[in-house]
């Protein structure tokens, strides 16, 4: 079978499995889709639409830093479409245009285990389709990032140039998932065989493709709570994979419409199934791969071992004491056990069933997994007007959660970025990693209902499951009270040095890369906005430098009595450093493209003239 043929044959059925939101312009909606990923995207899209780069998000965790997430994917091209494209459109064909990368990829990397054709294909379209890896798709940046990884090992093995290579490397990384695009580097370097001067090509040159996305990540989580064991060990292991769900890659699951199956041990990956079939082909290439199967079994034993996480005291201690917390949920490694024993598939199939045959298996294959990942589909309408209240709350100060149970109304507790539709301001944040001494600051306040704490954070909005004696309330939806406090500091205030009185500034105005203050000063004092003291701002007074104050981990200067204008500005080191080396990567990855090519041309000429 031609690569293109294949090729075709995987968007055609990635296609069919995706037509249904396209045609009634509706979105996937289960779990994080809803008020995590699209918020996410739709916030990042409009920015870029209005021509600004989104350093900075000021709505949420009393500001945090936004580009240098990788999961919003500003300099990942895939991403740009939702810029030009309507949002409900783009958001599926994002999902889409990974599907099918990913099946190809699988189909390239399956295609060097066996003959070109039905095995290949058959396992290529499993991996794609199949519950472990469809269930990431509400977890975009993880499905985006894996979808990568088949295309790294088929370069790894097929010797395919270092420059390619590392673009692809680059690339899993810009997709916005640190911990598979990790692992994928791995995989690349384990099984590359080309010598050590051509892993530290490849390993240099993906470094500084993604510079400008990696640096600001890694100065993130330098301070963040995934550093020197900020992450709880409860949240660490959560969703760890017991040995028993493991069992259920071959038992068909009987969900209806509800894709959270009770008799799983863990709920990241919400459908653990692969197919009887799949694991009867696997079984078969385990004897039939001899060698060859060695790489696929040992990758298998030790996601099960990882994935286990807490279940298994060894490995939970060896990953709990690592300086940086690489990654929570291990049942996200599932994906990758899966693709080894959908490559040990391949192998079985196409040495057990001859080739016209294989094109059924196949389509048999592909049409077992897609039955059971129905429920992972659902979709409806996109609303960005989720969250129940009147867009003034959370406008004019920050919402504070307090006594959130644990099952929730996401809407009416506007969980995740739900905030960002409407630019409320958010105490809190749900992104993968945030400041390890707010988070401590926050989840204080929030345990200990510290009145004066609460006040300085600036929370004007109270949410609680119940009304609250110290506060007024204003709103409520099904079983949620909504406070106001009156007495909250606002987002910028000033304080003079001699009577320590608080109050308003008379102008405040955000943008993603700069906040602007106009005071009238009564006195000399400090004037204070309550966003977070990141690395990376400078403060000016009327055009002048000045010298920035951290204040109860907030932003503060001090300025001299009368009206001054405070431009507060976000220019993190890590990000231009990026910037050079990413540039100067992509120069180097054209130029030495286009000498090679004037090469050509030269000696086609000479080699012309002499023939002349």
């Known amino acids: 079978m031609k690569r293109r043929w294949a090729f075709a044959i995987i968007a055609v059925l990635a296609l069919a499995v995706f037509a249904p939101p396209l045609l009634r312009n509706e979105v996937f909606s289960i779990r994080d889709h809803g008020d995590y990923f699209q918020p996410l995207r739709w916030f990042t899209a409009n920015e870029l639409r209005q021509g600004r780069l989104p350093l900075w998000n000021s709505y949420s965790a009393s500001g945090e830093p936004w580009l240098a997430n990788p999961q919003t994917g500003v300099f990942y091209p895939p991403t740009w479409i939702f810029v030009v494209l309507p949002f409900t459109v783009a958001y599926t064909l994002y999902l889409f245009i990974h599907v099918v990368l990913l099946g190809c990829g699988a189909y390239l990397l399956f295609a060097r285990l066996t003959r070109p054709g039905g095995a290949a294909l058959a396992a290529a379209l499993t991996l794609t389709f199949c519950g472990p890896v469809m ?34 490397i680059a690339m899993s990384f810009l997709a916005g998932e640190p911990f598979f695009a990790a692992v994928g580097a791995l995989l690349f370097a384990v099984v590359r065989r080309r010598g050590a001067r051509d892993l530290i090509d490849v390993a240099l040159t993906s470094f500084a493709l993604s510079s400008i996305q990696l640096l600001p990540f890694l100065s993130m989580v330098a301070g963040s709570d995934r550093a020197n064991g900020g992450v709880p060990r409860a949240t660490m292991f959560s969703d760890s994979m017991p040995l028993a769900d493991w069992l259920r890659i071959v038992i068909p699951p009987n969900l209806g419409a509800n894709p959270l199956d ?151 507790w506007i969980s995740g970025y739900l905030n960002l539709y409407d630019r409320r301001f958010d105490a809190s944040t749900p992104a993968p990693l945030f400041s390890q001494g707010y988070a401590a600051y926050v989840q204080s306040i929030q345990s200990r209902h510290d009145r004066a704490a609460i006040d300085a954070l600036s929370a004007g909005y109270i949410l609680a499951p119940r ?105 993190p ?8 080396l990413s540039f100067a990567a992509l120069a180097r990855l054209f130029l030495s493209n286009w000498f090679v090519k004037r090469s050509g041309r030269i000696n086609f000429l000479r080699t012309s003239r002499k023939n002349a």
């Open 135 to 168: 269930s990431l798709l509400d977890v975009s940046n993880n499905l985006t990032t894996f979808a990568w990884l088949p295309l790294i090992l088929w370069c790894a093995l097929a010797g395919v140039s270092a420059r390619v290579s590392a673009v692809a």
């Open 262 to 412: 009770p008799r799983l041990g863990q709920h990241f990956i919400l459908i653990v199934y692969v197919g009887m079939l799949t694991v009867a082909f696997a079984l078969i290439g385990v004897i039939a791969g001899r060698k060859r199967a060695i790489g696929w079994i040992s990758l298998i034993v030790v996601c099960v071992l990882i994935g286990m996480g807490d279940r298994l005291t060894p490995v939970a201690e060896l990953l709990a004491r690592l300086p940086v917390t690489l990654f929570r949920y291990p049942a996200r490694v599932v994906p990758l056990a899966v693709l080894a024993i959908c490559a040990l598939a391949a192998i079985g199939c196409d040495r057990v069933i001859p080739g016209r045959w294989q094109f059924a298996i196949a389509v048999v294959m592909f049409a077992d997994v897609v039955l059971q990942i129905q429920p992972l589909l659902i979709t409806s309408k996109f609303n960005p007007h989720r969250v129940p209240y009147a867009a003034s709350i959370g406008r004019d100060a920050k919402i504070l959660r307090i006594d959130q149970p644990a099952v929730f109304d996401r809407d009416g």
């Open 467 to 571: 009304a609250l004696a110290l506060f007024q309330p204003v709103a409520a939806h099904d079983g949620i009270v909504v406070h106001r406090n009156s007495a909250g500091f606002p987002l910028a205030f000033f304080r003079d040095d001699l009577t320590h009185r608080i109050g308003s500034v008379k102008s405040l105005a955000f943008t993603p890369a700069s906040v602007f203050i106009d005071v009238d000063m009564p006195a000399d004092g400090e004037v204070i906005l309550t966003q977070q003291a990141a690395p990376g701002w400078h403060v000016t007074v009327d055009g002048r430098e000045a010298t920035s104050q951290e204040i109860s981990l907030f932003r503060g200067v001090h300025v001299a009595r009368g009206s001054h204008a405070i431009k507060w500005s976000y220019r």
């Open 573 to 580: 080191l890590p990000l231009f450093i990026g910037v050079i």
